[in-house]
């Protein structure tokens, strides 16, 4: 069964040219997004993939990116729908992974793709090192200094006149714009 898809962004609001061209390739379904193709949730594509799950399905596309939202995504994809034994079909490029040089086309972008990840992982771990060298360490910024820490502590063990505390732990939290868990964690330490 040939089932078709296709995603039109929210500024261009027309689908009939790829759901034209869909039918026109036979395909006995299709689905159409009306989104970004940023966007993780993508409801017609998951009913297109719950429709294209036998051996011999085929996907059809009128673009590879009306497809995915990246190549990684579309990696991701097209190992699913090899999984399942279902080919993908992308009308204006050409490509049909039920052919061998299909097949091939897919393998070099997950070569590449499989390539770019190790040089994202590495120019991370770089730049890592380099500002450890420097004297940074990762994370966020304390959100209280050591001298308002100094202060939350003192008015934590302020009393009254009755010697109860003389200020709440929410009071102090909201002196210093912070979340009473962000107060909890400075008493904590010694």
């Not at 590879?64 to 729908?81: F, H, K, M, P, V």
Request: glycine content about 8%; charged content about 30%.
């Amino acid at each position: 069964m040939r089932i078709g898809y296709g995603r039109v962004s929210t500024r261009d609001q027309h689908p009939e040219a790829q759901h034209d061209a869909l039918r026109a390739a036979s395909c006995e379904q299709v689905f159409l997004d009306t989104a970004s193709g940023k966007l993780a949730r993508r409801p017609e594509l998951d009913k297109a993939l719950l429709s294209a799950n036998r051996s011999g399905d085929q996907l059809v596309v009128t673009k590879l990116d009306r497809l995915g939202r990246s190549l990684e995504n579309l990696i991701d994809l097209s190992n699913t729908l090899q999984e399942r034994g279902v080919d993908l079909v992308v009308l204006d490029q050409g490509i049909d992974t039920s052919s061998p040089a299909g097949r091939m086309f897919f393998q070099i972008l997950g070569s590449i793709a499989e390539f770019e990840h190790a040089l994202m992982s590495e120019r991370t771990r770089d730049g890592l090192a380099a500002a450890r060298a420097r004297g940074r360490t990762g994370g966020q910024k304390p959100k209280l200094g050591p001298r308002q820490v100094k202060l939350a502590r003192e008015m934590y063990e302020e009393k009254d006149a009755d010697g109860k505390r003389a200020h709440t732990v929410e009071h102090i939290a909201q002196e210093f714009s912070v979340s009473r868990p962000t107060i909890y964690r400075h008493l904590a330490k010694p």
